[in-house]
């Protein structure tokens, strides 16, 4: 059974995924730009003790404390590719060794997205590319990929920092 001591949730929005995440987790940390979403998730996990809620823009405001789980879900698209590059390297300094982060993003393009789920996911994966092309050099590569599941419309990958 999968226990995480403190994890870290990007863009909770009403907090579904943060109740279902919340008993795998001795604390989590969830945050999302709009006060509207969180109070609605504050009221939703009111009765779970170990998860924190704060308002937060991702890049620009980022938690100092290190985590072994990272949850970057359905927002790395609202990015412009400069903040995109800016949250994946406080994603890969905030992740302990041997931590995950898991990204699940939608594909197609939608109009009000900046970017679209297969540019976030392979602006991810570019280190995993780049440590092959440099035969291997470990400083040149911070994530493993553990998963990958792509489907037509939605796309996961689990990282394993290294």
């Known amino acids: 059974k999968v226990r995480f001591k403190n994890a870290f949730e990007i863009g909770c929005a009403i907090g579904v995924l943060t109740q279902k995440l919340a008993p795998k987790c001795d604390r989590l940390l969830s945050v999302d730009y709009s006060e509207v979403g969180l109070e609605e998730a504050r009221k939703r996990c009111r009765d779970i003790a170990q998860v924190r809620f704060e308002q937060m823009q991702i890049p620009q405001q980022f938690p100092t404390e290190k985590f072994d789980l990272i949850l970057f879900s359905e927002v790395g698209y609202y990015l412009t590719r400069e ?18 982060l898991l990204m699940a993003h939608f594909r197609p393009h939608v109009e ?8 976030v996911h392979d602006t991810f994966l570019q280190d995993y590319a780049q440590f092959f092309k440099h035969l291997g050099d470990p400083r040149k590569r911070f994530l493993m990929l553990d998963l990958a599941r792509h489907h037509k ?6 990282f394993q920092r290294l």
């Open 83 to 100: 903040d995109l590059l800016i949250t994946k390297q406080k994603i890969i300094d905030q992740l302990l060794p041997g931590g995950y």
């Open 112 to 119: 009000s997205f900046v970017l679209n789920g297969d540019i």
């Open 153 to 158: 419309r939605y796309r996961m990958d689990l």
